[in-house]
Each structure stands twice: as C-alpha cells, then as structure tokens.
C-alpha cells in the first residue's frame, strides 16, 4: 500500500470561512463540520487574535493508515513543534510576498491636496511635534483593504461626477417671519446704539418673589446647568431698571459667532478667547439654539421634545448684559466705556452645518434642498454679526469625530469600514438627488455611521456666503493654531476689535495646555489605515478645491 503526506497552503477569505457553520477556525471547528472546510481539519492562522481577510491555512491530508497513525503515535511535543514551525514558515512566507506586493500602499504617504495637509495623528489642540509617539506599524489587515480600493474608487467617482455647486435662492424675509413669528415679536429690529454686542431693554412683568429661569427649558431638561442658573437667579434682581413703575432688563444676543466645525479646535479657541476681559460668552459653551433647540432637539434619536423659545437662549446671555448694564448706568465715563465695550459671544459647533430639522417644520422643496437655513434667521436680526469658523484636513476631522463619539469596538478595521457604508449612502443620495440637498438630508445623516457630511466645508460656506459679506468672515486652521497660538489668537482680536491684553494676560492666553485634545486611550489605537485616509481624500479632494477658491 502506497503512503504519502500531502501538505498545502490554502488562502480562504476569513468572511466565508466564518460564515459557514459557525466556523472560526478555533475550538468551534473541531465540534461542527464546516462546509467550507469540507470536513477536513484545518489549522487557521491569526495575528494578534485580529481577524484577517486573507488566512493562511495549513491542510494535512492523508493517504493510507498505517503511516499516518505512525506519526500520531510521535511525541505531543515533537509533534506540536513541526505544526508550530510549519505555521511560522508560512506566516513568513505570506509576509514577505504581500508587504512586497503592496509596499506602497502599507506606509503613509504625504498626500498633499486642497487646502489642507495631511497628518494622521494631528488632533484637536495637538501640537504637531507630539505627533511621533503615535506612529504604528501598518497591519496585515491593511493589505485586505487595498483590494477593496478600486470598486470604491469608483463610488467616489461617481459621486465626483455629480457634483455641481449652485447658488441658493434666497427666501424673502416675510417668509422667514411666517415660519417664526414668536421670535420676530420678541426680538427688535433695531439695538441700542452705545453698545457693541445688540442689545435692548424689555419690560419684566414678574414679581419680586417670581423666579425669572423657573420656566427655562435648559434648566428643565439637563441637572448639569442647574448651577450656572444659580448664579444666575443671583444676580438677576440687583440688574433690573427701573422707569414709571416699571421694571426692565436688558437683553442681548450675540456680536460674533463661533459656527464650526466640530473637532476643528473651537473649545481650544473658545478657552483662549474667553481670558479676554472684554469678552464674554454665553452661561453654556454651546446653546446649539439656532439649530437643535429651538425645534426642541436634544438628540434626534430621541425625538422632538417642546420647543425651546427664544427666551430661553436669551436668558443664557444674562450675566454678560449685567455689565452692559451697569456701563449703560455708571455716572462716570470711564466706567461707562469699559462696560460697554464689552463683546458677546456664543460657541455652538453645529451652527454651520446642522440643518436636520427643518424636514420637521419647513414645507419640502419639489428638489429635496431645504427652503430656510440657519444662517437665514440669523442674518434677519444681526446682519453684522461677525462669524469665525475653524477648519482641519476634513479626513483628521472625521477620525477625530469616530473616536470621540464612537461608544465601543473602535479601530482603524472599524472605521475603515464605516467610511465605505457612509460612502455608499452618499453616492446612493447623489445618484437623484443634487448636492445640497444630499448634505442637508437628514434622513441620509442619521443612515450613515460616521459624520461624513460634517467636513463638506466648501458646500456650507458657500451658502453662509450667499447671505453674509465675505469681510464678515474669519477663516482658521486648526493646522495653523496648533503651531502658532499666539498668531491665531491676535488675527481673532484683530477680527472683533478687542484692546489688547498686557503681557501677563497674554502669555496665560497662548501658553495654557490645550483644551478638549484627544484622549490617551484613543491615542493608543494609532491613525486610520492608510488606504482608508486614500479613499477619504479621493472624496474630499473636489471639496477642498472648491473651498480654496471661496473668496474669504
């Protein structure tokens, strides 16, 4: 009788050896016959017990008995050392002939495009030289991905092909009033005129013993602001004024808005900014008024609760129209002119791009674009509002936004597949319907698994553009701050007309840690996978072009 002992590599994709039986390759396949495996016993190869699309499996097959179970017969340890050494070979093997194959696709490359360089582990407030202690070596489960590049280099084409950036029509501003005629009632058309921030005096019709915040939404809905109204209920009486048995307060809204984008460097910007003594904020960092609250959005997966009126978000500026007041009131000019001086402001990230409600409220357009947008109400009662937006490299931004928001099982194998589901859904949308009305669709937005609409910057800013004079602008890079802070922060004072600060001030503003960086543990799980930072700027490659032509 004829002996042999057939040895072979086989590579089976790891989703189809998986998908058969249950089989994973481990104990599980020792109990259940996988049809893939076809009954024969097979040892499956793993690195760091990650799952790989490509592995290596050692198949034994024998011919005859009598020979074999001679070998069976062999000592555990010698026999447990040649599989160990056969898989070792392999794995070597498989190594050394992929990393060749791909080498250009298993290391970072440069890519320098639009706008914005591209540095995988730059982060919100990070300093680029802190940068090395974040490189890890690319993975075998890069390699599986790259395949995958070439059917998603198309959806991004097709997306490509699509793009068109129109102009919005306008909306006449007796429809604008149509759709808030609360707002339009409360609040004037025109402010007092010796104060910088717009700001008015309105009659208070409670009593001495009324609590001024009882009914504020912000307060009802969240425990977390209960202490900042504290504060507030404090100092409201002693700010009242009084005229023909009447009392008044003042009221203010915003001189200048931070409006984007999210972990673009707002927070750091927003705690530098705030050491500014002739500069105060909103109570809260971020109202997110204008395009959550007051359609009574606090997490659109949970609804739509009552709507906060605009009160509610004017109570928010209380503290800092106590001072404007007290300037208003002071006898001396010189306390007069320090007061009011001073310049409000408000931090809400998703003041630029978040239009998700409207499908809830506006009629629907026959072209699926949204009728009204936040910028609209805005410029209807401030059309000198002075407006800041902070930009980064849209692909660091999206990474940035997956680890800070992401929950649990977060890595660059995640994220990567994420970025392809996300891309899919997008070109689906284009595939009927235009740009914008893709960007602003919010059923689209909630469908896809990471926020790739959040960094279209060209396609918000164009239609901030459309109602705001570019002079009114403040372009920053989160690039550009994290080298230079105190640069940034002197082009901002510049920008609002703020005095300057004395050298202590100054030095506690730009030397002080970054604010709202990124934490250690997301640190630890290293960049996104080089392929998938490819893929990201084929996507926003036509956007960024678009931006660096916009005339701001």
């Known amino acids: 009788m004829r002996h042999c002992i057939n040895c072979c590599i086989q590579l089976l994709p790891n989703s189809e050896h998986k998908q058969q039986a249950g089989c994973g390759g481990g104990p599980l396949h020792s109990h259940l016959e996988c049809p893939a495996c076809k009954g024969e016993n097979k040892i499956v190869l793993r690195v760091d017990g990650k799952q790989m699309n490509l592995l290596a499996v050692l198949e034994v097959r024998a011919e005859g008995n009598e020979n074999w179970g001679r070998f069976l017969r062999f000592k555990k340890g010698k026999r447990c ?64 991905y790259v395949k995958d590049y070439p059917s998603i280099k198309l959806i991004i ?36 005129p010796n104060s910088k921030s717009p700001c008015w005096y309105e009659e208070f019709t409670g009593r001495n013993t009324t609590d001024p915040y009882l009914t504020n ?51 750091d910007l927003y705690d530098r900014l705030r050491l500014h003594p002739e500069v105060k904020f909103s109570a809260i960092k971020e109202p997110h008024w204008w395009t959550r609250k007051r359609f009574g959005i606090v997490r659109l997966r949970d609804g739509l609760r009552d709507r906060y009126p605009v009160e509610d978000y004017l109570d928010l500026f209380d503290l800092a129209a106590h ?44 072209d699926g674009e949204p009728p009204f947008l936040t910028q609209d109400f805005i410029h209807a009662f401030q059309p000198d509002a002075k407006l800041i937006v902070m930009l980064r490299d849209p692909v660091e931004r999206l990474y940035s936004d997956y680890l800070y928001f992401a929950s649990s099982n977060k890595s660059a194998d995640d994220f990567h597949e994420k970025v392809t589901e996300a891309l899919q859904l997008f070109e689906n949308c284009m595939l009927d319907y235009s740009l914008r009305a893709c960007v602003y669709n919010n059923t689209l937005n909630n469908a896809m698994p990471v926020r790739l609409q959040v960094g279209l910057y060209a396609v918000y800013l164009l239609d901030w553009l459309t109602v705001f004079n570019k002079e009114q602008f403040l372009v920053l890079r989160l690039e550009d701050h994290a080298s230079n ?26 030397k002080s840690p970054a604010s709202n960086a990124r934490r250690p543990e997301d ?30």
Not at 219 to 230: A, E, G, H
């Open 81 to 144: 050392s040649l599989v160990f050494g056969l898989m070792i070979m392999t794995l070597v093997m498989a190594s050394y002939i992929l990393s060749g194959a791909h080498q250009e696709l298993l290391i970072s490359s440069p890519f320098h495009y639009g706008a914005f360089p591209s540095n995988p582990s730059l982060t919100d407030g990070e300093n680029p030289s802190d940068t090395k202690e974040h490189r890890h070596q690319p993975s075998v489960n890069n390699i599986s």
């Open 485 to 510: 802070v105190k640069y940034t922060m002197h082009r901002v004072f510049q920008f609002l007309n703020l005095g300057p600060l004395g050298e202590k001030q100054e030095t506690l503003m730009t």
């Open 217 to 267: 939404s912000y307060v009802l809905y969240s425990k977390r602001f209960r202490s900042t109204f504290d504060a507030l209920r404090k100092a409201f009486w002693g700010h009242l004024s009084h005229a023909s048995g009447k009392h008044f307060r003042l009221r203010c809204l915003p001189r200048f808005y931070i409006i984007g984008q999210p972990k673009c460097g707002t927070t």
């Open 157 to 192: 084409n097709s997306i490509t092909a699509r793009i068109e950036f129109t102009t919005r029509q306008l909306p006449d501003i007796e429809d604008l009033k149509k759709q808030e005629l609360h707002m339009f009632s409360v609040i004037p058309s025109k402010f007092l």
């Open 523 to 552: 640190r630890n799980l290293g960049p996104m996978w080089p392929v998938t930072q490819k893929i990201l700027q084929d996507f926003y490659g036509p956007f960024n072009a678009r931006l660096a032509q916009a005339p701001v």
């Open 323 to 366: 001072q404007i007041h007290q300037g208003l009131q002071a006898s001396s000019a010189e306390e007069q002119s320090r007061m009011t001086r001073i310049i409000i402001g408000e931090a809400s990230a998703s003041t630029m791009w978040d239009n998700n409600a409207w499908t809830f409220f506006y009629d629907n357009s026959t």
